[in-house]
């Protein structure tokens, strides 16, 4: 187990301790129930009301709070205590344990290229000609196929697979079970197919006819820059003729489809369920909420806002928040919702206005 002083802590951080900086914390927690050796997470007033309720010492808390009021020996005040997560809990995480170096059933083609101090856990397999950078960590029962470029310093979980012809850069994080260049859903009918009809004339599928699927393979590969974090049982389709592309420093949570062709910019966000069809192109600093999908073959401008089990449908310029089905401005929804919400009551004094009217003759 790793021990700061408080005061260590507050300089990672940035800022100075306040209170008994010489106070030894072990661990992170939750104010209700936190030990003395803990620093307590109270980054909102309604934590820090629960710091009564464990035993912390220290806190980690709001710029400008009363710390003292709370019974603590000492504090962390930060303007903006969530951000002061990242390196907080950097400095706390003992990891995964994996051991150092090439494991004895690790299966790695002669031709292949395995950076300094990289380690390559149990029954992995890494293919021939492919290159891992210096100081990458490799967990059991990972699957690098031939042709496959990875930078520096990644940390590759178990179960992963990374398929041929990938390019990744430093720094990248791979949950269990990703799975990156696998082929892309490309299929093709000898003549116009039900889908295509569909699409020309938004609805008539009239006069076609059942007809066998021709799969079109895969040769673009995936192209993903540095700083790339991918959750776990996600997966990124290599591209058809050109490279699927994940601009550097975008995170990917748990159980995303991107699909193939598929470019998305710098520093963006897919969070959980999210899925990207084929060919569609996503600008930098973008927001993906949880459930939310996006049709193939459109483009959505940077700093895009997607909220929660959205469909996005058709193009988005740069800088809209979109919300719904299909997803419109997040406003109009609103607005919208709120309307749909008062509708019944609309229709019941419609219907008693209607009735009024009949009584009195007036109905017409």
Not at 294 to 307: F, Y
Not at 328 to 356: C, G, I, N, Q, S
Request: overall charge negative.
């Amino acid at each position: 187990m790793t021990t700061f002083t408080l005061a260590e802590i507050a300089a990672a951080l940035g800022v100075d301790a306040q209170g008994d900086g010489s106070l030894t914390i072990t661990r992170v927690a939750e104010p209700a129930s936190a030990t003395a050796a803990d620093l307590a997470l109270a980054m909102k007033p309604e934590f820090a009301d629960q710091i009564s309720a464990g035993a912390a010492q220290a806190a980690l808390l709001w710029q400008g709070a009363d710390w003292q009021s709370y019974g603590l020996k000492g504090a962390i005040l930060m303007d903006r205590p969530r951000y002061g997560m990242s390196k907080l809990s950097a400095m706390m995480d003992a990891g995964q344990g994996y051991a150092l170096g090439i494991h004895p059933t690790a299966i790695i083609d002669p031709t292949a290229q395995i950076g300094a101090d990289a380690s390559v856990g149990p029954f992995s397999i890494i293919g021939a000609g492919s290159v891992i950078g210096d100081n990458a960590v490799i967990a059991s029962h990972v699957t690098i196929a031939p042709r496959v470029s990875i930078g520096a310093d990644a940390l590759i979980h178990p179960g992963v697979r990374i398929m041929a012809d990938t390019r990744i850069g430093d720094r990248l994080i791979l949950h269990g079970n990703v799975v990156i260049g696998g082929d892309g859903f490309s299929f093709v009918t000898p003549e116009k197919s039900a889908v295509e009809q569909v699409r020309d004339t938004l609805g008539d599928s009239s006069g076609t006819r059942a007809q066998a699927w021709a799969r079109i393979h895969s040769l673009g590969g995936v192209e993903i820059g540095d700083d790339v974090e991918v959750g776990a049982n996600s997966t990124i389709d290599q591209g058809s003729v050109r490279a699927t592309r994940v601009g550097s420093g975008t995170k990917i949570d748990n159980l995303v489809q991107v699909g193939h062709n598929v470019v998305i910019g710098t520093d963006c966000l897919l969070c959980a369920q999210a899925a990207v069809a084929g060919s569609t192109v996503i600008g930098n600093n973008c927001v993906l909420g949880g459930k939310s999908g996006v049709a193939d073959n459109i483009k959505i401008g940077d700093n895009v806002v997607i909220g929660a089990a959205s469909a996005v449908l058709s193009n988005v310029p740069a800088g809209r928040a979109m919300l719904g089905y299909p997803a419109v401005k997040m406003d109009t929804h609103v607005e919208t919702y709120k309307a749909l919400r008062r509708l019944p009551r609309l229709l019941r004094e419609f219907a008693e206005l209607k009735k009024t009217v009949s009584k009195d003759g007036l109905s017409g």
